[in-house]
């Protein structure tokens, strides 16, 4: 299985972006969103079931947020409005896992840097 994110770039804070995670190989895995500050530790975002039925939300992303699933299209999507400057990292897509521990997911993307600024 390989990911590959992609969507990331420059915004000003209360606009909004929307990521992708193209898989290839087996896809119908659960899959995550996950991201990394500069100087602190990885952070589960967003998940979402194989079929697509079950998401689940940081509560920090919790209404703002929406993370969705196209299997014809091997795709994973994250929807982020009202962003922050906080919301500044490297977005992670990772896929094998079924929880928001980092540990539980084996396949990872490279990341894509979401840059918010005031």
């Known amino acids: 299985v390989q990911l590959q994110a992609s969507g990331g770039g420059l915004v000003q804070a209360g606009e909004s972006l929307k990521l992708s995670c193209a898989v290839s190989?087996?896809?119908?895995?659960?899959m995550a969103w996950f991201r990394q500050a500069p100087g602190k530790e990885r952070e589960f975002v967003a998940g979402i079931s194989d079929t697509g039925l079950t998401t689940l939300y940081a509560d920090s992303m919790k209404g703002r947020s929406t993370v969705s699933r196209d299997n014809a299209k091997n795709t994973v999507f994250l929807q982020m409005n009202s962003l922050t400057t906080e919301d500044s990292a490297v977005y992670y897509c990772a896929a094998g896992g079924s929880s928001r521990y980092v540990a539980d997911y084996r396949y990872w993307g490279q990341g894509t840097q979401v840059t918010v600024s005031s």
């Open positions: 190989g087996r896809i119908r895995h659960q």
